[in-house]
């Protein structure tokens, strides 16, 4: 890990980034490839996740060779090739297709606050992942998952709730992911010695 700053995001080599927005104390892992996204304060991403057209959360972990947002071939189509939509590239004469271009950036997948995105599993476009919900390795996510819901397998579906429904409202109401640096240090500690409900019930 490197030293994080609010300033500027800590990017490793070898990553590529394209039009994409960062908040404070962000870290991409090597080999890193995001493009047209938004990436939150706090949240980080292992090596080589690739990341299109999402728009994540605060505090979200991304681990290593995860797939965010994979950009789709055209299945209605005569053919799937690059051809027809980056037809530049293989005729003088030909343009890139713009209006399939515009369609995969109007795809967002929108990842929560306090995620966990485990090794090698991939989110879909248009996916909506809650806060605080892990996603088991490996995973492949095509629906939504809720709040603080544990998934896993190809496709993706429910494994358990991380905790009873009282127990996440009071979380999201709380969001503390909007608190300050300052406040999130003064808590650290309760952080790490509390559970989910000693927590809320000191801090709510």
């Not at 609010?6 to 991409?28: A, I, K, M, W, Y």
């Not at 590239?89 to 713009?98: N, Q, R, V």
């Not at 608190?179 to 309760?190: I, P």
Request: proline fraction near 3%.
């Amino acid at each position: 890990m490197a030293k994080l700053t609010e300033d500027e995001p800590v990017v490793h080599e070898e990553c590529s980034v394209t039009e994409t927005q960062f908040g404070r104390f962000v870290e991409l892992g090597h080999g890193t490839r995001i493009a047209y996204s938004r990436l939150g304060d706090y949240s980080y991403t292992d090596r080589y996740a690739d990341i299109a057209n999402a728009d994540i959360g605060k505090f979200a972990n991304i681990a290593s060779f995860v797939r965010i947002g994979a950009t789709d071939h055209p299945m209605s189509k005569a053919s799937l090739h690059h051809f027809l939509y980056r037809s530049s590239d293989y005729w003088d004469d030909a343009e890139h297709d713009a209006e399939w271009f515009a369609l995969r950036r109007s795809r967002i997948t929108r990842i929560g606050h306090d995620t966990w995105i485990g090794h090698a599993a991939q989110v879909k476009p248009d996916v909506i992942i809650g806060h605080g919900a892990v996603i088991a390795s490996g995973a492949v996510v095509t629906k939504n998952v809720a709040d603080y819901s544990i998934v896993a397998g190809v496709p993706a579906r429910p494994v358990r709730d991380r905790f009873p429904e009282e127990i996440k409202c009071a979380l999201i109401n709380l969001a503390w992911w909007d608190w300050d640096h300052a406040r999130l240090r003064e808590a650290l500690q309760d952080f790490r010695d509390l559970s989910a409900e000693a927590f809320i019930k000191k801090h709510a």
